[in-house]
């Protein structure tokens, strides 16, 4: 599958004067080089079924999606990433069935605001870990039918844009090089939909579980959320990022049997992660980063109901480039538009 994605941020978002920071906390090259990389990435939108109890295990579906190897570049506030899983980087995982996907899931981060975006089409899980769910303890639990659907979209104002920085950690076009932190303010808004020919709780594994002879479940939610993140700098060049997110949604959910639907409204905490370590100085980034949403529905027929978690792991070798005539000639149309903002 190949990966493409262009992204050209908010013009509101993107002040690059040195002025709109404080350069003594970090140091931004906006404008003045090019950010090249070099990446492995793998995404993921998995989908688990609550317990009854704790003796009882989770289902947990996960798609057999691939590992990219990609190259990008970011100039200004564009950039260009594209990635290819190529075959040597996935073998061995025919066992785990075929998952078919499109996805688009967006994480762009501007000076006072970050976005995360999400629309994606999966077709084809397994149930991890090997052997659950499985009459053979030695092969996964295979469902080609199931289809998880997912839209959405999540924003927090970053209060300390000043002193913190998430693009040296997760975009590599600038250097955290003190410690710093900042209060995150926002919301989100999701559309789902997981659809299968038959129920999502295994045959042999039904009367476990308050969730059997569901097929169907939709679900809609939207809530506002706040949160903190952190950089911790070591020795000028070493970093460690984290950041969490809580979001209080009310949501509806919908689920569908074979003889009868049922609607549910509650209101549910969602949780979102971001952490990034490595080496960061004004030439090379050399860091790996995880994002990780985790969406709850609760359903009419279990308060534990379900968990979307969708998310992508990243590990990159990043570099600065100065441009020359020649290619400062060719990056003028990004001037000019970066001018106008």
């Not at 004067?17 to 350069?23: S, W, Y």
Request: net charge positive; aromatic share 16%.
């Amino acid at each position: 599958m190949i990966t493409l994605l262009f992204v050209m941020y908010a013009p509101a978002q993107q002040p690059t004067a040195e002025t709109d920071h404080d350069t003594t906390y970090y140091e931004s090259f906006m404008g003045k080089k090019i950010t090249g990389r070099y990446y492995f990435s793998q995404k993921y939108t998995a989908l688990e079924i609550g317990r009854n109890n704790k003796t009882t295990p989770r289902l947990r579906y996960t798609p057999n999606t691939n590992l990219n190897m990609g190259i990008g570049a970011t100039y200004r506030s564009f950039t260009l990433n594209l990635a290819y899983g190529f075959g040597f980087l996935n073998r061995g995982e025919e066992q785990k069935g075929k998952t078919n996907y499109w996805e688009n899931q967006g994480h762009m981060y501007g000076r006072r605001w970050s976005f995360d975006f999400y629309a994606q089409f999966y077709k084809g899980y397994y149930l991890y870990p090997k052997g659950l769910g499985s009459p053979d303890p030695k092969l996964y639990y295979i469902r080609p039918d199931i289809k998880f659907n997912l839209f959405g979209l999540a924003s927090y104002r970053i209060l300390n844009d000043r002193k913190f920085s998430y693009r040296a950690a997760m975009v590599q076009n600038e250097w955290q090089k003190r410690s710093a932190g900042s209060f995150l303010l926002g919301g989100e808004i999701y559309y789902g939909i997981v659809n299968a020919d038959s129920a999502l709780v295994p045959h042999t594994m039904a009367m476990l579980y308050k969730q059997q002879g569901i097929h169907k479940i939709q679900f809609f939610e939207i809530g506002p959320g706040a949160g903190y993140a952190y950089t911790l700098v070591l020795r000028h060049h070493f970093f460690i990022t984290g950041s969490l997110n809580a979001n209080l949604n009310l949501g509806w959910v919908r689920e569908t049997n074979r003889s009868s639907s049922e609607d549910c409204f509650s209101i549910t905490p969602n949780f979102l992660y971001r952490m990034a370590a490595g080496y960061n100085s004004r030439l090379w980034n050399i860091n790996v980063s995880w994002v990780s949403n985790r969406i709850s529905v609760r359903g009419a027929s279990s308060a534990d109901g379900y968990i979307g978690r969708v998310g992508i792991v990243r590990a990159t070798l990043a570099r600065q480039f100065q441009p020359g005539p020649k290619t400062k000639k060719i990056l003028k149309p990004f001037d000019k538009m970066a001018a106008k903002k």
